[in-house]
Structures are given as structure tokens and as C-alpha cells.
């Protein structure tokens, strides 16, 4: 446990934290990340599959799939808070295609995403998108109306832009989810 | 005969589901779909009230049950209708077949999502789904019908194809899926039956790294590109890229300038989507259905439109 008390070392041996006795906590993190999603993270046998061919763990960002599976299931969860490697997943499902164990690593990495918002480990970027979701009805948004006027359609698409009362619908559903819960964007 | 008869009166109908990046961003991909499908003699309705899938970033992001209703509530708007959804954007073609798997998958998600629609005075059984444009093409339309309608072709031309993630993995969760999802063809057949070469490369079903990879981390995005870009120039010199992807399309065109004012790049391949190809070799303005780009499309642009059919 020396290792622990020094803070994170720049190479996380995960055997060795296996062999951590398991407290509730650590228990709890895999319990966690399956009911936020990822139900079958306790399927996975380490075959590397899934990283072998994520754009993530190919371009260097430390706790790619098959790694940060390793890690929730022996019981890290405070030092992988800090880490962006989920909000980098291009949800791209390479890794669901491949796993021999039908894990659905693309599951696990949007669980670790839900389990940070809660810790409000969360980026600008995403708060603007989910705030824009809200705003308008549409996450990216760009107000675009120039170049909707330059190639000949009316200044706002058919969307929630042009229908109030689907905005509305859009808002109330919003409301009922755990983005209202969390409080992480003003919602009226 | 009677077959004929019976499949021409069937006539097509989709309900044209635009997403973010494509009304927004990307106009010009919005009028070329708009113009393309009723020519090849298929109606839009324009889903009054659609709204973003929701993207990767922002439900899916929190809440599994939140994902699947926003997604629900746009799905019903084509339900409602008795259509399909219709896209060219590949994360709302993701976002909304994954919502609608774990809602046909799992009983509990879907009675709560249904619970949430009733609020609005909505449900959604599970009909309606989003197709691709790009499959709508080659199995609804045929290549064959697609052929007749153009006006210009693509012969002489070399295409790099580009299908983007999320029109092939996971395949389960598809209403249509490639034979080898590993091993695309489908985009490939689509711009040969258009007179191009659409030759394999190593790197052609490698991720473009855009969305969630480039705001995290564009450096590292970059390097996905100037990958992609190299092996296209290496191995089959590309005269365009050809995607079916509205964020294949924004990463590949603007990424590929970046990486040349950067000194990193030091040639440039212009890039489409398909349904913009499709429009300019039958004969739409190009001004209006792609005129929207960061790397220059003029020389392939007047490539084509010399290619009189
Ligand atoms: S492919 Fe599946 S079983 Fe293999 S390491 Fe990845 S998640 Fe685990
Ligand atoms: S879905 Fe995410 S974790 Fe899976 S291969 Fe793609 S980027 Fe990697």
C-alpha cells in the first residue's frame, strides 16, 4: 500500500493492486459501473482484443478500454477521476465488434463517463453541449444561419429551432432525467 | 411485370432526420439530400420538431434511460407517420439505432423511456428506425436506378472511401449491415457504380478522430488524420475522399488544412459526402450542394462536371 500513500505513480501496476484486499468501496466501483450501463464488465477475461484496435489506446491516452476495465473490477475509482480518457471514446464500438466475451467495453467507458459527471468530473466542452441540448434542442450548435442563407434554405432547419412546443416537449423530458438530478446545467 | 408494378407503387418515404452537424455546419450536405432523393423518386417529410440525437457527448454521456428518451421522442415523430428515419450524419445513425436497441433489448428502459413520452402525450413502440443514406441507395434505390439519373460521372476519377464508425460496429445494433464489417464494401460499390475507382487501402476503415478524441485531445486527433491522409496519397493517390459521414467529412476537409499550415501535410485531397457527389453528377448547382469546404473542391468539382454521361 506504500504505493498508494505516494499518490499516483506514472505506472499503475494493476497486478499488484489485485491483490488489495477488497473493501466496500472497491466492491462497490464494478457495481457501480454496472448499473450505470456496463453490465457485463465482470465478463471480461483481459484478452486485449478491444485494445488492439481502440483509436484511444493507438493514440496514446492512458486508461483505454481493456485497462480501465482492469481497473474498475480490482477497485480504482478515485484515481481514474482525474483522467480524460473516457470523454475521448469516439463511442466508435471497434471493441464491442471484437470482444470474444460480449463485455461491451464501449458500455464501460460510457459508464466511467456517467460515474465522473456525478463526481462532477466533467469538461467545459461537455456542459456547453449538454447546455445547448437544453438551449436550443440541438448539442452543436452554431448559429450557421449565414451559410444556411448561402445555399438557399430557410434561416432554421425543421427542427426544434422552428417548432416551440417540441422544444418544450424536449426540455420536459430533459427534466425527468438525471441531467435534472445532477444540476449540472441551469434548466429554467 | 406484376412485381414491377406492385414495387413502383410502393413508393419510398422517409422522414429526413438532419442532426447537428449537417443543418448547422453543413448545409450544403442538407440541400444535396434534399435535392438527390426526390429526383431518385423518394419524398422527405421533414420531421417537424426533430431535434439533436442526442449526441455522444451529452445524454449518453449521463444517463442511459435520458439517451434512449430524447432519442425515443424523435424516432416517434417518423413512427407517428408510419416512415423510417433517414440520415447522413453517422453519430445520429449510432446514437438512435443504440437507443433503440436497448429499448427493444431491455423491457425495464423501455417501459421508463414510454413512461417519460407519456408526459408529452408520446409513446414509441420500437417501429420506426433510422436508415443511412448511403444503404437507402444501394438497397432500396439500387445502383442500377442511380446510374440512370446521373448526368456526369465519376470515370477517371479515384476515389478513397471513408464509411466512419459508426456506419459499421457495432453491426448487431444496424437495420443494415455490411457481410465483413471489417471489410466494407458497400460505399466502394456505390462509387463505382458512379464510374469512379474506389480501390482498398490498409487504413480505409481506420477512425477519422473526430468528435469526443478531437475536443478532448486535437493533437492526438491530428495524428489519426495525417495517418489516414498519407496512406490514401501513398497507396491509391486519391483524388477525392468520399465519405458517408457528416464528422468524417468536417474532421478530413478543415484537419487536412490545419496539418498543412502546420508544415505537416504537404499535399491536399479534396473531401465530399456521398449525397454530394451524387448531387453534383446529376447535375445540381454546385455552389449549392458544395459550397461549403475548407480544402478547395474547384479542380475535382470541374473534373466532373466535364465527365458528360
Ligand atoms: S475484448 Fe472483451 S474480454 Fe477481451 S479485454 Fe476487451 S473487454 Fe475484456
Ligand atoms: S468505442 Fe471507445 S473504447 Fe471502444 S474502440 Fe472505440 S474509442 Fe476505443
Known sequence: MEMMEEGVPPVINLSKLAEREETELEKKVAEIIKELGAERIMYCMQCGACASICPLAKTGFEWYNKKLIKALIVGLRDELLDDPTPWACVACNRCTEVCPRRVSPFEVMFAMRRLMAEEYAIGSLAIEGLRALYEYGHAVYMTGREARKKVGLPEKPPSTESDPKALEDLRKILKQTKLADLGLIPME | MMAETAKEEKKLKFGLFLGCNIPFSRPDVEVSMRSIFPALGVELDDLLGQS??????????????????????????????????????????????????????????????????????????????????????????????????????????????????????????????????????????????????????????????????????????????????????????????????????????????????????????????????????????????????????????????????
Request: net charge negative; charged share 30%.
Open chain 2, 52 to 309: 439533436c440525437c442526442p449526441t455522444w457527448g451529452t445524454m449518453p454521456s449521463i444517463d442511459v434511460v435520458g439517451w434512449c428518451a430524447v432519442a425515443a421522442r424523435n424516432l416517434a415523430l417518423g413512427e407517428e407517420k408510419g416512415i423510417d428515419l433517414i440520415t447522413a450524419c453517422n453519430s445520429c445513425y449510432g446514437s438512435l439505432n443504440e437507443a433503440r436497441h436497448k429499448m427493444l433489448t431491455n423491457p425495464e428502459i423501455h417501459r421508463k423511456v414510454n413512461e417519460i413520452l407519456a408526459t408529452i402525450g408520446k409513446k414509441y413502440e420500437g417501429k420506426a428506425k433510422c436508415r443511412h443514406v448511403a444503404w437507402v441507395i444501394y438497397k432500396d434505390i439500387g445502383l442500377e436506378k442511380l446510374k440512370e439519373s446521373l448526368k456526369y460521372t465519376l470515370d477517371g476519377i479515384t476515389v478513397a472511401v471513408q464509411p466512419g464508425c459508426h456506419f459499421l460496429w457495432p453491426s448487431e445494433i444496424y437495420p443494415d449491415r455490411e457481410k465483413d464489417p471489417f471489410n466494407p464494401v458497400v460505399l466502394r460499390e456505390i462509387c463505382e457504380a458512379m464510374g469512379a475507382e474506389a480501390p482498398h487501402y490498409s487504413k480505409l476503415i481506420e477512425c477519422c478522430g473526430m468528435g469526443a478524441l478531437r475536443s478532448t485531445d486535437p493533437e492526438k486527433s491530428f495524428i489519426l488524420v495525417r495517418e489516414k491522409m498519407e496512406n490514401i496519397k501513398e497507396e491509391i493517390d486519391a483524388d477525392l475522399i468520399v465519405t458517408t459521414c457528416s464528422s468524417c467529412l468536417i474532421q478530413l476537409d478543415d484537419a487536412q488544412e490545419r496539418l498543412r499550415k502546420e508544415g505537416k501535410l504537404n499535399f491536399s485531397i479534396p473531401v465530399m459526402h456521398l449525397v454530394q457527389v451524387i448531387a453534383l453528377c446529376m447535375g445540381f448547382d454546385p455552389e449549392k450542394v458544395a459550397g461549403i469546404c475548407v480544402t478547395p473542391r474547384d479542380e475535382i468539382i470541374k473534373r466532373i462536371l466535364e465527365n458528360k454521361r
